[in-house]
């Protein structure tokens, strides 16, 4: 099955909204990874800060992290839409088209969090999460 979730970014204060949205709208706090979790040594001095997290809020899967460092964070433009799919031949074509004259961010591979994931910003603009 497909599925579009809203990933937000925050500047450091990922915690701080996270706590508050489960408050608001009466739900519990999904997972939480933090950057000091990921293999290797790329978050010293950003360890508690928070990679992903995610929240229910009905039906809908609202993601959120706070940017790491040296993102270009612009409040109101914290936003990036996530696509995923079991289908990896249709992860690849979607993950192709959006690249077709946008910006490859992070290309399609295995990660620790998943089976495959890439990142691109399109000709439009918009940041997608592609992810298995």
Known sequence: MDKLSI???FDGNCQEVLDSYAKIFDTKIG???RYG???GDNAA?????IMYSD???GDNNLMMSDVPPGYNYVAGNNFVLSYSSSDFDKLHRVFADLSDNG???APMVKTF???LYGMVTDKYGITWNIMA
């Open 103 to 105: 910006t490859v961010i």
């Open 31 to 33: 997972m939480i990874q």
């Open 45 to 49: 001095g950003y360890e508690d800060k």
């Open 37 to 39: 979790d990921a293999p």
């Open 113 to 115: 969090f998943s089976e």
């Open 55 to 57: 929240l229910m809020i």
């Open 7 to 9: 990933f937000l970014n």
